[in-house]
């Protein structure tokens, strides 16, 4: 049991209130001197003191009211109260082909380009659950472990690309086995692998079918492409070729990839123009309405005590009320009044405090008025969700809690401080090792920090090279003119 005040800056009302209470107990001379006469004497001895001394004990009850009532505003609470969410968990694991066929132009301007940006629409539609992410070409690697956080994986996906992949190639069962590990890894029981593809060759279709009749998870198949196929055109000019010299045209066998796709009652849907395509893949909730389970993602937030001071205020307020019946009266026949839904709602709403009320406008998804929540970090997840990056991470810099360092590095990484939010999953981890979602997060951003340093690198190296090229080529420009002149 922890005990803390939630709003702690206003127990500076102490102060006014010891300076008031120190003016009372100075009059207590008086009070015993008022003790020692007679009651019928009082008036007569001490005038209009001895009037004021019936008062006293009205004065000595409004002492204990306000300390209370500023014990009460202050937020006195000793425990936290967890908010859970409730979600379906259905991991799945986007597996993105990175081969140099994603370069051919039949889809304008390529088959990548619509590859992310179809992905990127995926993501939109996946609002439960967790999602990884795998690249394949030669070879596979993890680009992102599951998480919950749509937001990384929006930033790290425009980044993949063939010329990052560590070896060239085509390689989709070291994919599919990648995104296999990444769900076993998390000891999730089922769970769906969506590969995005422009083709693959029956034999490695046989393979994967194999692979997949092992394990518990289902493959679905989004292609990208047409039958008729177009060249490849490279990043650096010009088209691939193959070993002969002639210039590669892939095309696209749906109906191969939409077969194995079937195998395990996956889903298959091919590239078009509109979002019907994408709209294939939207989960199926009611499918999922058995596995619900609490997760505890959620902040633990300070359960405010203040409100039960009600309990002693209330009959000390009346006790300080001269005419008690009129008072009383008047309740009476406030409740008996026919009250609208709208005031019994403010009424419900007024004994909640602000975080109460800014959470439940969080969970409503009204993030603008989550946002006036006192609790910094409430308040900085719901300026993260309107949009409000940057007023996020001004709110969120005032926490030291292990929320609070999250939510920090997340805003970070969404407005691209990299180094920075690192910093924040650290300290998010020093409060907590056993983070999950934070060392996830953190992987996540060093991984995108490194494909952009390898992207400064090659573009550097690109620049330097092209400044050779072009001192070579006038040194070769001079050297010609030299000759010609020493020709004549």
Known sequence: MEFEFIRPHLLW???????????QWSKKSNQKSAQLIAPHLMKVVMGADGQKHQKQSNSWLGIVFFLLAIIAVAG???????VPVFKTQAPRVLVLDMSYSMYSTDLAPNRLTQARFKTLDMLKQFKEG?????????DAFTVSPLTTDVTTLENLIPSLRPEIMPSKGSNVYAGIEEAIGLLTGASATYGDIILVTDGL???????????????????????????????????????LKDQ??????????????????????????????????????????????????????????????????????IPLALLLVRNHAVMLSALVVFAMLPQQKALANEWTQWFKNSDQNALQAYQNEAFD?????????????????AGDYEGAVKTLEQTSSVE??????????????????????????????????????????????????????????????QQDQQGQQDQQGQQDQQGQQDQQ
Not at 13 to 23: D, G, H, N, Q, T
Not at 202 to 225: C, M, R, T
């Open 13 to 23: 009302l102490l102060i006014p209130w010891v300076i008031y209470s120190a003016l």
């Open 76 to 82: 006195p609470s000793i425990e936290k109260q967890e």
């Open 130 to 138: 967790e999602t990884g992410l795998v690249a394949y070409a030669g």
């Open 201 to 239: 060759e029956q034999e490695d279709a046989e393979d994967v079918q194999k692979l997949l009749s092992d394990s518990p998870f289902n493959l679905s198949i989004y292609a990208l492409g047409t039958a008729q196929g177009a060249p490849i055109k490279l990043p650096e000019g010009g088209f």
């Open 244 to 313: 002969y010299g002639q210039i590669v045209v892939p095309k696209l066998f749906p109906t191969r990839l939409e077969k194995l796709a079937r195998v395990k009652g996956g889903k298959f849907a091919s590239y078009t123009a509109d979002s019907s395509d994408i709209e294939t893949f939207k989960p199926n909730l009611g499918a999922n309405t058995s596995v619900l389970k609490r997760d505890q993602e959620s902040a633990k937030w300070r359960v405010d005590a203040g409100i039960y001071l009600l309990i002693v205020l």
């Open 369 to 385: 008025e989550a946002a006036l929540a006192d609790n910094p970090v409430l308040r900085g997840a719901a300026l993260y969700k």
């Open 404 to 465: 609070g360092q999250y939510n920090l590095g997340n805003a970070l990484a969404r407005i691209g401080k990299l180094d920075d939010a690192i910093s924040a999953y650290e300290k998010a981890l020093s409060l907590d090792p056993d983070f999950t979602q934070a060392k996830d997060n953190k992987a996540l951003v060093e991984a995108l920090k490194d494909q952009q340093e390898q992207q400064d690198q090659q573009g550097q190296q690109d620049q330097q090279g």
